[in-house]
Nanobody, 122 residues
Framework: QVQLVESGGGLVQAGGSLRLSCTAS????????MGWFRQAPGKEREFVAA????????DYADSVKGRFTISRDNAKSTVYLQMNSLKPEDTAVYYC???????????????WGQGTQVTVSS
C-alpha cells in the first residue's frame, strides 16, 4: 500500500502560479511511477502529467505542456506539480497517483490521494 497526501491547492487569478505537492509513504518512493490527474465538475478525470522513477522521464497532457512541470525529490518522497500561466479551464480537483513502474506507460495507477482543489479565476 502507498499513502499519498496532496497539498498546495488554492485560489489564483488567471496567469498566476501554484505548486502542488504530494508526499508518499508505505513503499520505496524511488521505485514508483508518479502522476497527476485532475477532474473538473461534470467531467471525467483526466491525465495531467507523470514522472518515471530513477532519472525521472516526464510526460504531459497537451493542454498543459509548456505551462506545467512535474518533478520529484526522492529523498523527501515527494512529487511536485509546478503550474504556471494558469487558465480558468485548469480549475479542477487535482489528484496525485502512484504505482509500479509500468503505470507510467499505462496511466492506470494503483494508489490515489484525496485530491486538492485548484480554482483559477478570470
Amino acid at each position: 500500500q502507498v499513502q499519498l497526501v496532496e497539498s498546495g491547492g488554492g485560489l489564483v487569478q488567471a496567469g498566476g502560479s501554484l505548486r502542488l505537492s504530494c508526499t508518499a509513504s508505505g513503499r520505496t518512493f524511488s521505485t514508483l511511477a508518479m502522476g497527476w490527474f485532475r477532474q473538473a465538475p461534470g467531467k471525467e478525470r483526466e491525465f495531467v502529467a507523470a514522472i518515471r522513477w530513477g532519472a525521472g522521464s516526464t510526460d504531459y497532457a497537451d493542454s498543459v505542456k509548456g505551462r506545467f512541470t512535474i518533478s520529484r525529490d526522492n529523498a523527501k518522497s515527494t512529487v511536485y506539480l509546478q503550474m504556471n500561466s494558469l487558465k480558468p479551464e485548469d480549475t479542477a480537483v487535482y489528484y496525485c497517483a502512484s504505482g509500479d513502474p509500468t503505470r507510467y506507460y499505462s496511466r492506470k495507477y494503483d494508489f490515489w490521494g484525496q485530491g486538492t482543489q485548484v480554482t483559477v479565476s478570470s
